[in-house]
């Protein structure tokens, strides 16, 4: 069964799912890949993934059916020694260095979005796509991101402060998938993706 998802999923999502998956069901040979919701979709229309876990929203593709899954907040992770405010503003974040995801992902359109509702234009000082190594960039007082905070995901280094944002942002995934369904490994992973305890 071959999984498509963005390291943040990886890390902190489907690890409880497939930790019930191979409870239950051993034999199934989950091979996951990390890519973008872009990736993740040209890979499913072309036959070679049969599940993706993409931001949301996205656009109708033929003989693709994409699910709501999930709905988790989009926090500020700044160096706890700028001592933030307990609610973080575009005007407050855009006035200092800042670590942006790829441009090529849902979450940068967003915030780039947020910024530009309060008529900020920040450029970052390094634009990646491993939310990990983004806080490591954090927590060495580099600059700030914002990122979300999915369910079950540990809490920052301690040199990390997260805020909430004003106004707030949160960041949607689907589950993405062939409208038919024609094999039990690729329905029996899907149903325990569905079935991990929301937020």
Do not use: C
């Not at 996205?58 to 059916?65: D, I, N, Y």
């Not at 942002?169 to 038919?180: P, T």
């Amino acid at each position: 069964m071959r999984l498509g998802a963005s390291t943040g999923a990886l890390a902190h999502l489907l690890p409880q799912a497939l930790q019930a998956l191979a409870a239950q069901h051993p034999q199934i040979d989950v091979q996951v890949a990390v890519m973008t919701s872009v990736e993740t979709l040209a890979r499913l229309a072309a036959g070679n993934l049969d599940i993706g876990i993409v931001a949301l929203p996205q656009p109708a593709l033929r003989g693709l059916r994409v699910r709501s899954w999930r709905q988790d907040p989009v926090l500020a992770f700044v160096p706890a020694d700028w001592k933030p405010p307990r609610q973080v503003t575009p005007a407050w974040l855009a006035a200092r260095p800042l670590i942006a995801n790829d441009s090529g992902t849902r979450l940068s359109r967003q915030t780039a979005e947020w910024f530009a509702a309060a008529g900020e234009r920040p450029q970052a000082r390094i634009a990646l796509n491993y939310n990990d190594a983004m806080k490591s960039l954090v927590a060495a007082g580099y600059g700030a991101a914002l990122l979300p905070h999915e369910a079950g995901a540990p809490l920052p280094d301690p040199r990390i402060a997260m805020r909430h944002l004003r106004p707030a942002l949160s960041r949607a995934l689907g589950i993405a998938h062939r409208a038919r369904l024609d094999d039990g490994p690729t329905e029996l992973t899907l149903r325990a993706l569905l079935e991990l305890p929301a937020r």
